[in-house]
């Protein structure tokens, strides 16, 4: 173990660092890095090298060559240089690289050297030129800091949601700044540079002069500055040969965290040793060393009673997966804070990237992850990616597909089939769109593909009206109308929804839509409808029920036919009714057209329109004697008792004169009562006495209980006496 | 008088979690317009609104002006652009409840008012309105489904079940009966393997479902009610929980809008009673409180004061309530008697046992040749038709013509629409037919048949009642008197002359746990291919889960069914929940089929 620190060296007074390779690289440069642009990705990500790049007036053959390697020098991509002078390159947080050229736009390109997209910093940056460029990390995602050729600087804090900011001036500035970096503090992006012996902060609003504290004097220019990763961290080249080292605050930084710690180190140190031997093993690049760190503290455990046994667990999967990403064909060097911090949904994001989808499994299945977090998840993505392999059949890939993806759970394969198609392969995506168990989520696509037919019946499957609807839609605009009424007879579902939309919305098409079916009786029922809704001139009320009874008759429905004429018939006699008698006639029913004759005193016309319409005796009588009750002609109401024998008996007058509080009327017919019914209309006009008479005499049990429940107190006594003495009789017998 | 329930009965889940769930979503939705707002209802979402937050929630959350709105869609765009006409801006948001439709986008497309509301939706869909009753308010539901074949709603109520299942565990054992159903029951179940795991492991707080279409029955939801609240609600229907006294109940100049539910102490005793012995509940009742209060007679200072702070204020709420159910008591008296409730009942109960026929169809005759009314005329030629598997052509005929003569010409359609559900039929003239029908029957289960379903969906739906009823005893033999006091079976919701059929069934199923030996009583309900149970394997439910039960009505549920159940729970242990989508009765279900002139 004593040469374990030969190689650290001392920085300051409480830290120290070491270097080692990580790699001995792949590639084979053939020109000084020192004549190239690179960048390489923060996180062990790839390194991009733009050879050649300022060479202004160059044949074509010596054209700028972009290269992209792996940490480990794996070359990646190799593209030539086809678009405009660029002056710096770099990685943003998405492992995309941002070339910024001269004339401020800048081009993205993914891992593999695809082109993503462009965009501009703008007509000042284009006026003056890319001066110098910086491309830097913020909370939000990555920023391009540009200097202009008239020394100003714009910047965008994140190139995802592009914001454009140009920065103040700085006072006095005639020539580039010696340095110059970006600072990101409290969600801000600032600007810091450095101007012969003074440091200037550029924030959106204003610049302001700082000092770093300490410096030693004599300064009269910057040759470098670098800011942490964090940001938290600052040091500064002087011409004096000094590196001044701070926190980017500028305020100097608290050293008691470190002295408490040494204090407390007395006491119960093991534990603590141990938990030290698995986090330095953590911080360890080789895994002789991870190993021998890893059996000191499984030793040093040994001697403790209750040292949780997680922490050593799981540094040790961390472990091996951190080892496998930084084998040399992955190429990854992560450091264990830079894995904690990533997250391994991003480390598994970034496998992806680079098409590493074996070990991306590998790693979910020797995590455990959830299913749908983890392999499921990179299966789909290798999906994506095979659907775009143009020289593979469309058979071919959809089985292969198939076969990897079974049902796993979480995977969509409509999203694969939307990425086949997206890459012009529609016959692969319908092939795809097959394997989705659910069928709602085949539609949208279906619909973009303009398979609105298939997607009609897929979304009929799904049980989802609305879907239905919408495809509906499409199919509406995208078909002519005998095509779309074709589709929708074959299916009753969506036929059903598109009439009831129909009916609020488009009462026309509703019309054909019956007419296209030869359905006779609901086209009978849409002119009945449209009779009393949708017109409302007399003739055209008429017209529309002649069109209705035609269809009935059409649909062998003989009787609403003919009722509907009967309502011609009516309508007709309404208005003229109207005409001549004035009132209100149109709308009534038959009944009540009878009604109001008699109320009006138009006897003989009600005589006349009950032939007419052949209204049955039985309702006439009830009509009559309903009317005339309400009008109180008791008169007329008599002689037309007497005028033939009821059909509907004497029962109803005696209850409608009780109705009008007429007993004397009444009474009248009580006595025209048959025998069957004699007790209850006594009993309604109150003749007790008499009900009981009649009850005794017909010997009816039913009857008697009846009578007896309508005596009442003292009056009625003899009555009751009289009753039961007839009941006690006759059970006697 | 109210029957206790075993011991053993398990306890209700607390369904006021749902509540709480859509008034902290409705309070999320309100907050996203920030600052005063005016909002605009919709009829119909009025009372179960208030059911869930009350003015004074709806005011903590800025909400300045409330407004009733009878138009629905025209509304917005009227609103908005007599705004743009107006100069002014102000932001809108629509929230549509309990979910958006494509077409709504569409028609604020079509009114060009798209662009300036942002639109959202309030998942509200399942309103307690009692501890163990959940309504989905969709009255349309009704009318949507078993007239127009409109499915959108199937969705909402697969929504519901899932949100159900997500709160109070799976459920291991259903059971259905219909064609929605099955559907429902089909897209439940996709839904909860789409989001599999969150329900998976839980145990079961409610052990069985049951999934029923109200076609299925339409008998019972036809007849008269007798028991109390259905009675109730017959006289001065109950909306969404709650009932609207007017004086000649309250005996005031006031009308007073009195909640119905367990809570209310007089009425969660009487609920579920025959009619006839409320009254005398009632008045033993009143005799009680009338003794409390004279308990003051006697009392030395210290204990008067001890009465007044403890127990005056409860029996004087006691005192409300009951003169509250005795004024409605004597006013569904009066009504009753006036129209001769008494033949009424005799009618009904003469088509339900099947005999008289000729006496009943001329009851009905005279029914509508005297204008009683034209929702009762149409419920009695409903219940003669599907008792007598429809009405011979002739009564038929007759009959409509009387209708329609007495009630107006436009009812023709009201005949086509209860033709097509199946509400008002013809019979098959001779045996000839019956054939082509099975075929047809047959044909109805096939999808692709979808054109001759429509056709001749009437003919197929045969409600072969008298069969059924003897199959599954519906109609209990009477020896001597039925006590209608000490009911022996459900029979006694319809005093004891008929048991639900719904109530029935499920019933049997629950007994038989599955369809086993119901085959032919399936067959006679048109059902062969849509009775459906499934059991999970795994046992994870207690027994006592197992004697709770969701009962789900799709086309609305009836107070009696739920009185019925209410009563087999007792006898059996069982508690039944009920979800409807509606709660219905005979004019409801009437009203729905009718086609009235705008």
Same mark, same amino acid.
């Given at each position: 173990?004593?040469?374990?620190?030969?190689?650290?060296?001392?920085?300051?007074?409480?830290?120290?660092?070491?270097?080692?390779?990580?790699?001995?690289?792949?590639?084979?440069?053939?020109?000084?890095?020192?004549?190239?642009?690179?960048?390489?990705?923060?996180?062990?990500?790839?390194?991009?090298?733009?050879?050649?790049?300022?060479?202004?007036?160059?044949?074509?053959?010596?054209?700028?060559?972009?290269?992209?390697?792996?940490?480990?020098?794996?070359?990646?991509?190799?593209?030539?240089?086809?678009?405009?002078?660029?002056?710096?390159?770099?990685?943003?947080?998405?492992?995309?690289?941002?070339?910024?050229?001269?004339?401020?736009?800048?081009?993205?390109?993914?891992?593999?050297?695809?082109?993503?997209?462009?965009?501009?910093?703008?007509?000042?940056? /284009?006026?003056?030129?890319?001066?110098?460029?910086?491309?830097?990390?913020?909370?939000?995602?990555?920023?391009?800091?540009?200097?202009?050729?008239?020394?100003?600087?714009?910047?965008?804090?994140?190139?995802?949601?592009?914001?454009?900011?140009?920065?103040?001036?700085?006072?006095?500035?005639?020539?580039?700044?010696?340095?110059?970096?970006?600072?990101?503090?409290?969600?801000?992006?600032?600007?810091?540079?450095?101007?012969?012996?003074? +440091?200037?902060?550029?924030?959106?609003?204003?610049?302001?002069?700082?000092?770093?504290?300490?410096?030693?004097?004599?300064?009269?220019?910057?040759?470098?500055?670098?800011?942490?990763?964090?940001?938290?961290?600052?040091?500064?080249?002087?011409?004096?040969?000094?590196?001044?080292?701070?926190?980017?605050?500028?305020?100097?930084?608290?050293?008691?965290?470190?002295?408490? +710690?040494?204090?407390?180190?007395?006491?119960?140190?093991?534990?603590?040793?141990?938990?030290?031997?698995?986090?330095?093993?953590?911080?360890?690049?080789?895994?002789?060393?991870?190993?021998?760190?890893?059996?000191?503290?499984?030793?040093?455990?040994?001697?403790?009673?209750?040292?949780?046994?997680?922490?050593?667990?799981?540094?040790?999967?961390?472990?091996?997966?951190?080892?496998?990403?930084?084998?040399?064909?992955?190429?990854?060097?992560?450091?264990?804070?830079?894995?904690?911090?990533?997250?391994?949904?991003?480390?598994?994001?970034?496998?992806?990237?680079?098409?590493?989808?074996?070990?991306?499994?590998?790693?979910?299945?020797?995590?455990?992850?959830?299913?749908?977090?983890?392999?499921?998840?990179?299966?789909?993505?290798?999906?994506?990616?095979?659907?775009?392999?143009?020289?593979?059949?469309?058979?071919?890939?959809?089985?292969?597909?198939?076969?990897?993806?079974?049902?796993?759970?979480?995977?969509?394969?409509?999203?694969?089939?939307?990425?086949?198609?997206?890459?012009?392969?529609?016959?692969?995506?319908?092939?795809?769109?097959?394997?989705?168990?659910?069928?709602?989520?085949?539609?949208?696509?279906?619909?973009?593909?303009?398979?609105?037919?298939?997607?009609?019946?897929?979304?009929?499957?799904?049980?989802?009206?609305?879907?239905?609807?919408?495809?509906?839609?499409?199919?509406?605009?995208?078909?002519?109308?005998?095509?779309?009424?074709?589709?929708?007879?074959?299916?009753?579902?969506?036929?059903?929804?598109?009439?009831?939309?129909?009916?609020?919305?488009?009462?026309?098409? /509703?019309?054909?839509?019956?007419?296209?079916?030869?359905?006779?009786?609901?086209?009978?029922?849409?002119?009945?409808?449209?009779?009393?809704?949708?017109?409302?001139?007399?003739?055209?009320?008429?017209?529309?029920?002649?069109?209705?009874?035609?269809?009935?008759?059409?649909?062998?429905?003989?009787?609403?036919?003919?009722?509907?004429?009967?309502?011609?018939?009516?309508?007709?006699?309404?208005?003229?009714?109207?005409?001549?008698?004035?009132?209100?006639?149109?709308?009534?029913?038959?009944?009540?057209?009878?009604?109001?004759?008699? +109320?009006?005193?138009?006897?003989?016309?009600?005589?006349?329109?009950?032939?007419?319409?052949?209204?049955?005796?039985?309702?006439?009588?009830?009509?009559?004697?309903?009317?005339?009750?309400?009008?109180?002609?008791?008169?007329?109401?008599?002689?037309?008792?007497?005028?033939?024998?009821?059909?509907?008996?004497?029962?109803?007058?005696?209850?409608?004169?009780?109705?009008?509080?007429?007993?004397?009327?009444?009474?009248?017919?009580?006595?025209?009562?048959?025998?069957?019914?004699?007790?209850?209309? /006594?009993?309604?006009?109150?003749?007790?006495?008499?009900?009981?008479?009649?009850?005794?005499?017909?010997?009816?049990?039913?009857?008697?209980?009846?009578?007896?429940?309508?005596?009442?107190?003292?009056?009625?006594?003899?009555?009751?006496?009289?009753?039961?003495?007839?009941?006690?009789?006759?059970?006697?017998? | 008088?109210?029957?206790?329930?075993?011991?053993?009965?398990?306890?209700?889940?607390?369904?006021?979690?749902?509540?709480?769930?859509?008034?902290?979503?409705?309070?999320?939705?309100?907050? %996203? #317009?920030?600052?005063?707002?005016?909002?605009?209802?919709?009829?119909?979402?009025?009372?179960?609104?208030?059911?869930?937050?009350?003015?004074?929630?709806?005011?903590?959350?800025?909400?300045?002006?409330?407004?009733?709105?009878?138009?629905?869609?025209?509304?917005?765009?009227?609103?908005?652009?007599?705004?743009?006409?107006?100069?002014?801006?102000?932001?809108?948001?629509?929230?549509?409840?309990?979910?958006?439709?494509?077409?709504?986008?569409?028609?604020?497309?079509?009114?060009?008012?798209?662009?300036? $509301?942002?639109?959202?939706?309030?998942?509200?869909?399942?309103?307690?309105?009692?501890?163990?009753?959940?309504?989905?308010?969709?009255?349309?539901?009704?009318?949507?489904?078993? *007239?127009?074949?409109?499915?959108?709603?199937?969705?909402?109520?697969?929504?519901?079940?899932?949100?159900?299942?997500?709160?109070?565990?799976?459920?291991?054992?259903?059971?259905?009966?219909?064609?929605?159903?099955?559907?429902?029951?089909?897209?439940?179940?996709?839904?909860?393997?789409?989001?599999?795991?969150?329900?998976?492991?839980?145990?079961?707080?409610?052990?069985?479902?049951?999934?029923?279409?109200?076609?299925?029955?339409?008998?019972?939801?036809?007849?008269?009610?007798?028991?109390?609240?259905?009675?109730?609600?017959?006289?001065?229907?109950?909306?969404?929980?709650?009932?609207?006294?007017?004086?000649?109940?309250?005996?005031?100049?006031?009308?007073?809008?009195?909640? #119905?539910?367990?809570?209310?102490?007089?009425?969660?005793?009487?609920?579920?009673?025959?009619?006839?012995?409320?009254?005398?509940?009632?008045?033993?009742?009143?005799?009680?409180?009338?003794?409390?209060?004279?308990?003051? =007679?006697?009392?030395?200072?210290?204990?008067?004061?001890?009465?007044?702070?403890?127990?005056?204020?409860?029996?004087? %709420?006691?005192? @409300?309530?009951?003169? #509250?159910?005795?004024?409605?008591?004597?006013?569904?008296?009066?009504?009753?008697?006036?129209?001769?409730?008494?033949?009424?009942?005799?009618?009904?109960?003469?088509?339900?046992?099947?005999?008289?026929? @000729?006496?009943?169809?001329?009851?009905?005759?005279?029914?509508?040749?005297?204008?009683?009314?034209?929702?009762?005329?149409?419920?009695?030629?409903?219940?003669?038709?599907?008792?007598?598997?429809?009405?011979?052509?002739?009564?038929?005929?007759?009959?409509?013509?009387?209708?329609?003569?007495?009630?107006?010409?436009?009812?023709?359609?009201?005949?086509?629409?209860?033709?097509?559900?199946?509400? *008002?039929?013809?019979?098959?003239?001779?045996?000839?037919?019956?054939?082509?029908?099975?075929?047809?029957?047959?044909? $109805?289960?096939?999808?692709?048949?979808?054109?001759?379903?429509?056709?001749?969906?009437?003919?197929?739906?045969?409600?072969?009642?008298?069969?059924?009823?003897?199959? *599954?005893?519906?109609?209990?033999?009477?020896?001597?008197?039925?006590?209608?006091? $000490?009911?022996?079976?459900?029979?006694?919701?319809?005093?004891?002359?008929?048991?639900?059929?719904?109530? @029935?069934?499920?019933?049997?199923?629950?007994?038989?746990?599955?369809?086993?030996?119901?085959?032919?009583?399936?067959?006679?309900?048109?059902?062969?291919?849509?009775?459906?149970?499934?059991?999970?394997?795994?046992?994870?439910?207690?027994?006592?889960?197992?004697?709770?039960?969701?009962?789900?009505?799709?086309?609305?549920?009836?107070?009696?069914?739920?009185?019925?159940? =209410?009563?087999?729970?007792?006898?059996?242990?069982?508690?039944?929940?009920?979800?409807?989508?509606?709660?219905?009765?005979?004019? @409801?279900?009437?009203?729905?089929?009718?086609?009235?002139?705008?």
């Amino acid at each position: 173990m004593d040469c374990y620190t030969a190689n650290w060296n001392p920085l300051g007074d409480s830290a120290f660092y070491r270097k080692y390779e990580l790699y001995s690289m792949d590639w084979d440069l053939k020109e000084e890095l020192r004549d190239c642009l690179v960048a390489a990705a923060p996180y062990g990500g790839p390194i991009a090298l733009l050879r050649n790049p300022w060479r202004k007036e160059k044949p074509a053959s010596a054209r700028p060559v972009l290269e992209i390697y792996s940490a480990s020098g794996v070359p990646l991509a190799s593209l030539l240089w086809k678009s405009g002078p660029v002056v710096s390159l770099g990685w943003s947080a998405e492992e995309e690289l941002l070339c910024v050229q001269e004339d401020g736009v800048v081009l993205v390109y993914g891992l593999h050297g695809d082109f993503r997209r462009h965009f501009s910093m703008g007509n000042e940056v /284009l006026q003056n030129r890319v001066l110098d460029a910086r491309i830097f990390h913020t909370e939000f995602g990555s920023g391009v800091a540009i200097l202009t050729g008239a020394h100003r600087f714009t910047l965008s804090a994140n190139v995802g949601d592009l914001k454009l900011r140009r920065m103040p001036e700085v006072p006095g500035l005639q020539s580039a700044p010696s340095c110059w970096t970006t600072v990101c503090q409290d969600r801000v992006a600032h600007i810091l540079l450095a101007v012969g012996p003074d +440091l200037y902060l550029l924030d959106h609003a204003a610049c302001s002069a700082v000092t770093p504290p300490g410096l030693a004097p004599g300064v009269s220019s910057f040759l470098q500055m670098a800011v942490s990763f964090t940001y938290r961290h600052l040091a500064l080249f002087t011409d004096t040969g000094y590196i001044w080292m701070g926190t980017a605050s500028l305020k100097k930084e608290s050293q008691k965290a470190d002295e408490y +710690l040494r204090e407390i180190q007395e006491l119960g140190q093991l534990p603590q040793a141990v938990q030290q031997c698995i986090e330095a093993a953590g911080h360890e690049h080789w895994p002789d060393m991870q190993k021998s760190l890893l059996r000191a503290a499984s030793f040093g455990k040994c001697f403790l009673d209750r040292f949780p046994p997680d922490s050593f667990v799981r540094m040790c999967q961390d472990l091996r997966v951190l080892n496998a990403v930084r084998d040399y064909h992955i190429g990854i060097p992560l450091t264990y804070s830079q894995y904690k911090q990533l997250t391994i949904q991003v480390l598994l994001d970034r496998l992806v990237l680079r098409r590493l989808y074996p070990l991306a499994i590998q790693i979910c299945e020797y995590l455990r992850l959830p299913e749908v977090q983890g392999v499921s998840r990179i299966l789909a993505h290798w999906a994506c990616y095979k659907v775009q392999q143009k020289d593979v059949s469309d058979e071919d890939v959809a089985r292969a597909i198939n076969q990897k993806l079974g049902d796993t759970p979480g995977v969509s394969y409509s999203d694969i089939a939307a990425r086949a198609y997206g890459c012009g392969r529609t016959e692969l995506a319908i092939k795809l769109l097959e394997y989705e168990p659910r069928s709602g989520e085949q539609v949208p696509l279906l619909l973009k593909m303009k398979r609105s037919k298939l997607a009609l019946s897929k979304a009929i499957e799904s049980g989802d009206t609305d879907l239905v609807f919408t495809v509906l839609l499409h199919l509406k605009n995208e078909l002519n109308r005998g095509d779309f009424f074709m589709t929708l007879r074959n299916q009753p579902m969506a036929l059903s929804l598109y009439r009831q939309f129909c009916k609020h919305q488009e009462l026309e098409t /509703l019309k054909d839509l019956y007419n296209q079916d030869d359905n006779h009786q609901e086209l009978g029922s849409f002119h009945i409808r449209a009779s009393y809704a949708a017109e409302e001139r007399i003739e055209g009320r008429v017209a529309a029920l002649q069109t209705a009874a035609d269809a009935f008759y059409k649909a062998k429905n003989e009787f609403a036919a003919k009722a509907t004429e009967d309502q011609m018939r009516l309508l007709r006699l309404q208005r003229r009714l109207e005409d001549e008698l004035g009132g209100r006639f149109l709308d009534l029913s038959l009944h009540d057209t009878v009604t109001t004759l008699i +109320l009006s005193g138009q006897n003989k016309r009600a005589e006349q329109l009950a032939r007419d319409f052949r209204i049955p005796d039985k309702r006439l009588w009830w009509l009559k004697l309903t009317a005339l009750a309400d009008l109180e002609d008791w008169e007329e109401l008599e002689k037309f008792s007497k005028s033939k024998k009821s059909p509907i008996g004497y029962l109803p007058f005696v209850e409608i004169c009780m109705k009008q509080h007429n007993k004397y009327e009444a009474k009248k017919y009580a006595s025209r009562v048959g025998p069957e019914q004699k007790v209850k209309a /006594l009993l309604l006009v109150g003749d007790v006495a008499q009900a009981a008479d009649v009850a005794i005499e017909h010997r009816n049990e039913a009857e008697m209980s009846l009578v007896l429940s309508h005596c009442t107190g003292a009056t009625d006594g003899a009555t009751a006496d009289k009753i039961q003495r007839a009941r006690a009789q006759a059970q006697k017998k | 008088m109210a029957f206790p329930h075993r011991p053993d009965a398990p306890e209700l889940p607390d369904f006021s979690m749902l509540k709480r769930l859509a008034r902290d979503q409705l309070i999320y939705l309100l907050e %996203q #317009l920030p600052g005063k707002k005016d909002l605009f209802i919709e009829a119909d979402l009025m009372s179960p609104l208030d059911r869930i937050a009350n003015v004074s929630i709806l005011k903590q959350h800025e909400v300045d002006k409330l407004y009733k709105v009878e138009n629905k869609p025209a509304l917005s765009s009227s609103l908005v652009n007599a705004d743009k006409m107006a100069g002014r801006t102000r932001k809108y948001k629509v929230i549509f409840s309990p979910q958006k439709f494509y077409a709504c986008e569409m028609v604020l497309e079509e009114e060009g008012v798209y662009g300036d $509301v942002s639109c959202d939706e309030w998942a509200f869909s399942l309103l307690p309105l009692d501890v163990d009753l959940l309504s989905m308010e969709l009255p349309e539901f009704f009318r949507d489904y078993f *007239l127009e074949g409109d499915q959108r709603w199937i969705n909402t109520l697969a929504q519901a079940l899932h949100l159900l299942s997500t709160l109070y565990g799976p459920f291991p054992n259903c059971y259905g009966i219909g064609r929605c159903a099955k559907m429902s029951y089909e897209l439940w179940k996709r839904l909860e393997e789409e989001e599999d795991g969150e329900t998976k492991g839980r145990r079961p707080e409610i052990g069985q479902i049951f999934l029923l279409d109200r076609d299925v029955d339409f008998v019972t939801a036809l007849c008269s009610q007798v028991v109390y609240e259905g009675l109730v609600d017959d006289t001065f229907r109950i909306k969404c929980g709650s009932v609207d006294f007017g004086p000649e109940v309250t005996s005031s100049d006031k009308s007073l809008k009195v909640l #119905l539910n367990a809570e209310d102490k007089v009425f969660n005793e009487i609920r579920n009673e025959h009619f006839s012995n409320v009254f005398s509940f009632l008045s033993q009742k009143a005799r009680n409180l009338q003794a409390q209060y004279d308990r003051r =007679r006697g009392m030395d200072i210290k204990q008067m004061k001890n009465f007044v702070s403890q127990e005056l204020k409860g029996l004087k %709420q006691e005192h @409300r309530l009951l003169s #509250l159910h005795i004024g409605a008591c004597e006013s569904i008296m009066k009504k009753k008697t006036k129209q001769d409730f008494q033949e009424l009942i005799k009618t009904e109960h003469a088509l339900l046992e099947g005999f008289n026929i @000729r006496e009943s169809t001329s009851y009905i005759e005279e029914h509508i040749d005297r204008q009683v009314s034209p929702i009762e005329s149409l419920r009695l030629m409903c219940l003669l038709s599907i008792t007598e598997n429809g009405l011979i052509p002739k009564d038929y005929r007759s009959l409509k013509t009387q209708y329609l003569q007495s009630y107006g010409p436009e009812h023709l359609l009201t005949f086509s629409n209860l033709r097509r559900a199946g509400l *008002l039929t013809e019979q098959a003239p001779g045996d000839t037919l019956t054939a082509v029908e099975s075929k047809v029957s047959k044909l $109805v289960t096939d999808k692709a048949a979808g054109k001759i379903t429509d056709a001749f969906s009437s003919l197929a739906k045969r409600s072969n009642f008298r069969a059924i009823s003897k199959k *599954l005893n519906l109609i209990p033999r009477v020896d001597g008197e039925y006590d209608l006091k $000490v009911p022996r079976d459900m029979a006694y919701v319809f005093s004891g002359a008929y048991v639900p059929l719904s109530c @029935r069934i499920i019933e049997q199923v629950l007994e038989r746990r599955g369809w086993q030996g119901l085959d032919e009583v399936v067959r006679l309900l048109n059902c062969s291919e849509l009775a459906f149970t499934d059991m999970t394997k795994d046992d994870k439910a207690s027994s006592e889960s197992l004697r709770l039960i969701l009962v789900v009505f799709l086309g609305g549920c009836t107070f009696s069914e739920i009185s019925a159940l =209410r009563f087999l729970g007792r006898e059996k242990g069982y508690r039944f929940i009920f979800l409807t989508t509606a709660v219905t009765n005979s004019a @409801r279900l009437m009203e729905a089929m009718s086609e009235v002139k705008a």
